[in-house]
């Protein structure tokens, strides 16, 4: 190490989520010394709309970076690099002047959901898929476009770039229109194996190339950042960024689970579960997504829609009474309803949940889906509910895990993080669900311990990822409950059965919903 970079001691990981922008000041060592985080507001006027202020996310992302300076007590020239990472799928139309003619539309965004069906069907989507690893889906950019062109010809056709948030900030930032490969490879665009964009997805969406960012490496570094900019964020002009990843294939890198058989599971409020590959693959049935983290690292999994959300909906409209009581008492009302489902054996007396209450993505990609009880009898009580929804995002995550493991290998490890893996139950209960050990990194920070890792690598303080290992402070470990895994097993099969034969139900219910949305 030379002695300019070794009188650079600290990193900033820039975060910009879906609800918020987070700021760490990171350590050598792994350690994080300052965080700070700032909220912006979702717009959804209906429905099928969610979109955000590009603009006042690109103030939080700077505000956070000078008060995470601030907090952590460190100087402009102390800092090695600031490194990124970034939600994916969203899309936002650009001038000339690099400033936008709409708002950041989110992954939430449903607008293009007609679309998906005739894309398969008459566009040759599934190839598209094959040759991009993003699903179809309306979360993608891919559709978005679609509907954009149809609906909005003359924006769509006027635009001199479409960005997602993260390349609106470095173009602001830098003058520089770019994306990197890993957020590239989740806009439905982006040919895998070309490192380029897909010519076919490209005539399907009616986007020139030369509308869309130059694809660079997660490992690229932009200089020449903006001095007014530098100095309202407390940097040196000189300071090096870097473009960085997606937050979820950093999630993996930051929780130790990059190597063959190690699995990394989400849950927050959505989750996810992902493993890596060295080579690009994708799902022959379109299940799994296929994302980059570096020319040999690829990431592929699945999201779910319905992770911790689900317990909210359970407190807010099944529990009502008992999370009022526990608040009275000064208990987290969370800690009360997983009371109320360890009181209930496994199984919840045959009682299933399909949580598909918001839709659903991975492995079915099916914004139709809704929730449903099922085998529900006069044995059963508000408590049965309670553990069958517990039960019923469990299940979720063992439907993705299913595809993934016949992709990338079966499951050696799986290291968990997330807001659930707080929760001791919620932890054996996954671990039971999947038959399989639960190791929980003591890492809450692990998009953010990610990019750092990426921005070393990037800058040549390291040779590969292993020394992310000195970074994860081991937490606890669950052994699977044999028992209460065959009684799983049985279910999961009855759960995708369920899940089978309501397709055609949930598209009918759901055209009804969207039909009747709004009437007393």
Not at 278 to 299: A, H, I, M, S
Not at 334 to 361: C, K, Q
Not at 428 to 451: F, H, K, R, W, Y
């Amino acid at each position: 190490m030379s002695g300019a970079l070794a009188s650079k001691p600290y990193m900033i990981a820039a975060d910009i989520g879906t609800t918020s922008a987070k700021t760490l000041v990171i350590d050598r060592n792994g350690v994080v010394l300052g965080s700070h985080s700032i909220e912006y507001p979702l717009f959804t006027p209906r429905a099928d709309i969610a979109e955000q202020d590009p603009d006042e996310i690109f103030a939080a992302v700077r505000t956070g970076i000078a008060e995470v300076i601030r907090k952590a007590g460190i100087s402009a020239q102390q800092v090695l690099f600031v490194s990124f990472s970034s939600a994916m799928h969203s899309l936002i139309a650009l001038d000339r002047d690099l400033n936008p003619l709409t708002r950041c539309i989110t992954w939430a965004d449903n607008r293009s959901a007609g679309y998906v069906e005739p894309l398969k069907r008459d566009l040759n989507g599934h190839q598209i898929y094959l040759n991009t690893g993003t699903p179809i889906h309306p979360m993608s950019p891919l559709l978005k476009l679609m509907w954009m062109k149809d609906n909005e010809p003359e924006l769509h056709d006027k635009t001199y770039k479409f960005v997602g948030i993260k390349e609106y900030v470095f173009a602001k930032l830098f003058g520089q229109v770019i994306i990197d490969h890993s957020l590239a490879s989740a806009t439905g665009m982006f040919n895998l194996r070309e490192l380029d964009w897909d010519k076919q997805a490209l005539e399907v969406t009616g986007v020139r190339q030369e509308q869309l960012p130059k694809p660079v490496p997660t490992t690229y570094i932009l200089e020449g950042l903006n001095s007014a900019y530098a100095a309202e964020m407390g940097l040196d002009p000189s300071t090096p960024f870097i473009a960085g990843a997606s937050d979820g294939v950093l999630a993996n890198l930051g929780v130790g689970a990059f190597e063959p058989g190690k699995y990394a599971v989400t849950i927050g409020t959505s989750g996810a579960v992902r493993g890596v590959v060295r080579q690009p693959l994708t799902d022959p049935e379109g299940r799994l997504f296929c994302y980059n983290l570096k020319d040999d690292f690829w990431v592929i999994g699945g999201p779910i829609n319905n992770g911790g959300i689900m317990l909210r909906w359970a407190r807010d409209q099944l529990a009502t009474l008992e999370a009022e009581e526990a608040r009275r008492q000064g208990i987290d009302p969370y800690d009360r309803l997983t009371e109320i489902a360890a009181s209930v054996a496994p199984g919840s007396d045959g009682l299933l949940f399909l949580p598909f209450l918001t839709g659903e993505r991975a492995p079915y990609w099916n914004a139709n889906s809704r929730g449903v009880f099922f085998g529900l009898s006069m044995q059963h009580e508000k408590k049965h509910m309670v553990r069958a929804v517990m039960e019923g995002v469990m299940y979720r995550i063992h439907s993705v895990l299913r595809p993934l493991e016949a992709l990338g290998g079966p499951t050696q490890e799986l290291r968990a993080s997330g807001g659930f893996a707080r929760s001791t139950f919620w932890r054996q209960l996954m671990a039971d669900v999947l038959g399989t050990e639960l190791t929980v990194p003591n890492t809450i920070e692990s998009s953010g311990l990610g990019a750092a890792q990426l921005g070393l690598l990037a800058l040549g303080e390291t040779r590969d990822f292993s020394s992310i290992y000195d970074w994860i402070r081991e937490g606890v470990r669950h052994e699977p409950n044999k028992e209460n895994g065959v009684i799983y097993e049985r279910l999961s099969e009855i759960y995708m059965n369920v899940y089978k034969s309501l397709r055609g139900s949930f598209d009918d219910i759901s055209a009804f919903q969207q039909q009747n949305q709004g009437r007393n």
